[in-house]
DNA sequence: GTCTATAGAAGGATAGAC
DNA sequence: GTCTATCCTTCTATAGAC
């Protein structure tokens, strides 16, 4: 089956994804999606009725996609030193192929907070939660957990969200950011275990005090 | 002077940044921000010719304002350590006031590379990279600079640019975003001093080999 | 400088032929 | 199911009175 001869229905919602992803929901054009879709502007409505229905399948689907990847990680049955490289290695390549994706995700849900909804009842945060809490090493407290959840998110997901502008700024010091991200698949999970390791260091000097 | 009395240039200005930061260029009206100057729309274009010119002159503003806060941390004169909390600290509660404008920079440029530019021509990084490099310990090789530059701030900007998203998952957590974003000006910094003594641990491990 | 009224263009949505 | 033609609303932008 080639890209060609797929049905109307998902032929609209690939290109409807493509244009939404790249542009936003405000700025995207359903003439725009036609083009790309290579169909009659009026097939949209048939098949989703309006541009906001349209949206909301494609949102739907794409948190679905994150979310899975997301979560699935810490499934994973390693220790937890592996685990945060394997955690690493996996989402940086996988928002690399996906490089619009964190930044749409992002910016739709900020300027309209009805979606976050339909984002959270994806997640079982404290399933997670409890997952890392037994991961990780006696020696970190309860409440220091979602800290170090969000250390992880941020160090994998900013550098990629903010492709454009990082992209500029390493350019100007000659740098090549798909190299530079390439080497975060490795430094970033360094970053993370070498904290820990001090944290640990330190907190068995507390211990002798 | 009242913000009442204000000119109505200013008047119109502010407005303009209220909307745009709050809904992005393509999804911000002329008629809101007339709405929200109390003014009538033909005075936006008196002053400003069109929506596009409005916008340019918001943007340039608001990217100013993020350089100024970023570049001129990194000059304040003290050690290493202190200057990496003395970052966190001023620039989460500058963020803290301004919790829109991260995303809104973000988006913006990555829905219109043309905006890059404009933003990249205020920063000049071999100076902030040189200043890092001098302070830093002799153990951090070169290559090491930038993705230590990364990191933090990856570290600083995206728990507030995420915030709705992040304060929804907390809060299925149990946990105030407000409060979480209060620890992390110590916690953050924290982590990656840590990292970094950690880092220079092992250097002279390897150097006895 | 500020307002009302309106032109003019763009974009979402539908009717109806095939 | 797919297309052309067109409606109708929304939005930017301007004309012109005060």
Chains 1, 2 share one sequence.
């Not at 032929?11 to 936003?24: L, M, N, R």
């Not at 979310?67 to 592996?82: L, T």
């Not at 309209?112 to 945060?125: Q, V």
Request: no cysteine; hydrophobic share 45%.
């Amino acid at each position: 089956m080639t890209p060609t001869d797929k049905h109307t229905e998902s032929k609209i919602f690939d290109a409807a994804t493509e244009i939404f992803e790249e542009k936003g929901l405000a700025a995207a054009r359903m003439q725009d999606i036609a083009d790309r879709a290579k169909i009659n502007k009026a097939l949209l409505h048939y098949y989703f009725r309006s541009k906001e229905k349209l949206f909301m399948a494609v949102f739907d689907k794409l948190a679905d996609k994150v979310f899975k990847k997301f979560s699935g990680i810490f499934e994973e049955d390693m220790p937890f030193e592996e685990k945060i490289r394997y955690f690493f290695k996996e989402h940086i390549s996988f928002l690399q192929k996906n490089p619009r994706l964190p930044m749409f995700i992002l910016a739709e849900i900020s300027r309209n907070p009805r979606l976050l909804e339909k984002f959270l009842s994806k997640i079982n945060i404290s399933n997670i939660k409890t997952k890392i809490s037994s991961d990780v090493s006696a020696n970190l407290p309860e409440e220091a957990i979602p800290h170090l959840m969000v250390s992880i998110v941020s160090l994998s997901v900013f550098p990629i969200a903010a492709k454009p502008i990082l992209k500029g700024i390493l350019e100007q010091a000659g740098i090549e950011y798909n190299q530079f991200i390439k080497e975060r698949m490795q430094v970033a999970p360094d970053f993370i275990i070498s904290a820990l390791k001090q944290y640990n260091v330190e907190s068995k000097n507390n211990e002798k005090q």
